[in-house]
């Protein structure tokens, strides 16, 4: 190497060293920045000061990158302390769940609009599904509360951020020309923003209603 070549060399910029880690980093920043209709592979490259073909060799897809970025949220939820009755231990994982949710804008869009069979995922899903097993359900009882749990947390977790974004439910303007009494009866339970209690008399339902298989 020549002296002129050694010099350019040390003056250049230093080139971002990515491996898939640093790619969903990237993603994940861009979504807490600009939100989950702004998460692009161009965006996550723009940010990385790289082409578009150099995030791709990480992340295949959009689809890919938001499985990816999906499996990063969820691996923040705590499998620790866990409750020893299973009942405790399937409400307590829930509630870490949201949490991790709403710890990340969009949090719950982006896990909700994927399918992860990936590693922090099966790693949730496992420690709750041997919680309800623990419990003596059946292994389909398991595997449908599994789901009724996590549905519930994702919907209700989407919305609550999904507000965030906006000013106000519509509910009541669209009831308001008469039509619907019993709607119009409950509309400001229905529209009642007391996120936490909402989740957590929906969970109580799930986990009364659950009974070992004899």
């Given amino acids: 190497m020549t002296k002129k070549q050694a010099q350019e060399s ?3 910029p230093a080139r971002v060293r990515l491996d898939p880690d640093t790619v969903v980093r990237a993603a994940l920043d861009l979504l807490q920045e600009k939100g989950a209709e702004a998460v692009s592979v161009r965006g996550t490259a723009d940010r990385l000061g ?17 499985e990816l970025m999906a499996d990063a949220i969820v691996a923040g939820v705590s499998l620790d302390g866990l409750p020893d ?3 405790e231990r399937v409400g307590e994982l829930a509630r870490r769940y949201r949490s991790t949710l709403l710890a990340h804008r969009d949090g719950a869009a982006i896990v909700a609009g994927t399918y992860a069979a990936e590693p922090a995922t099966l790693r949730f899903a496992d420690a709750m599904i041997e919680s309800l097993l623990h419990g003596g359900l059946s292994d389909r009882d398991a595997a449908w509360a599994f789901w009724s749990v996590l549905y519930l947390t994702l919907g209700l977790t989407q919305e609550q951020q999904a507000l965030q974004d906006t000013a106000d439910h519509t509910l009541a303007p669209a009831l308001a020309p008469g039509g619907y009494p019993s709607l119009s009866r409950v509309a400001a339970h229905l529209e009642d923003v007391s996120f936490d209690q909402r989740f957590a008399f929906g969970i109580s339902l799930i986990l009364q209603s659950l009974r070992p298989t004899p």
């Avoid at 995030?55 to 689809?63: E, M």
Wanted: charged share 30%.
């Fill in 10 to 12: 040390a003056e250049a």
């Fill in 85 to 87: 009755d299973w009942r």
């Fill in 50 to 66: 790289v082409r578009m073909n150099t995030v791709l060799w990480h992340a295949k897809t959009k689809a890919r990158l938001l």
